[in-house]
Nanobody
Framework: QVQLVESGGGSVQAGGSLRLSCVAS????????MGWFRQAPGNEREGVAT????????YYADSVKGRFTISQDNAKNTLYLQMTSLKPEDSAMYYC???????????????????WGQGTQVTVSS
C-alpha cells in the first residue's frame, strides 16, 4: 500500500503562484509514475502533470504548459507541483496520484493511477 498526502493549496489572486507538495509513504519502492490531477465541481478528473520515476518522461496538460512544473525530491520522497501565473480556470481540488510497479507509461489519465491522496483545494480569484 502507498499513502499520499498533499499540501500547499490555498486561495490566491490570478497571476499568483502556489507550490503543492505530495509526500509518499508505505510501499513506495515500486512506484512507476506519480502525477497531479484536478477536479472542479461537476467535471471529470483531469490530468495536470505526470512524472516518470525512471526519468524517461514528463507530461503536461496543454492548459498548464509553461506555467506549471512537476518535480520530485527522491531524498524526501516528495512530489511537487510548482504553479505560476495561475488563472481562475485552474481552480479545483488537486490530487496527487501514483501507480504501482506494473505501470509501463505515465499518461495524463486518472484510471491508470491506483493510489490517491485526499486532495488539496486551489482557488484562484480574478
Amino acid at each position: 500500500q502507498v499513502q499520499l498526502v498533499e499540501s500547499g493549496g490555498g486561495s490566491v489572486q490570478a497571476g499568483g503562484s502556489l507550490r503543492l507538495s505530495c509526500v509518499a509513504s508505505g510501499n513506495t519502492y515500486g512506484i512507476r509514475c506519480m502525477g497531479w490531477f484536478r477536479q472542479a465541481p461537476g467535471n471529470e478528473r483531469e490530468g495536470v502533470a505526470t512524472f516518470s520515476t525512471g526519468g524517461h518522461s514528463i507530461y503536461y496538460a496543454d492548459s498548464v504548459k509553461g506555467r506549471f512544473t512537476i518535480s520530485q525530491d527522491n531524498a524526501k520522497n516528495t512530489l511537487y507541483l510548482q504553479m505560476t501565473s495561475l488563472k481562475p480556470e485552474d481552480s479545483a481540488m488537486y490530487y496527487c496520484a501514483s501507480t504501482g510497479p506494473a505501470a509501463v507509461d505515465c499518461p495524463l489519465s486518472a484510471p491508470y493511477y491506483g493510489y490517491w491522496g485526499q486532495g488539496t483545494q486551489v482557488t484562484v480569484s480574478s
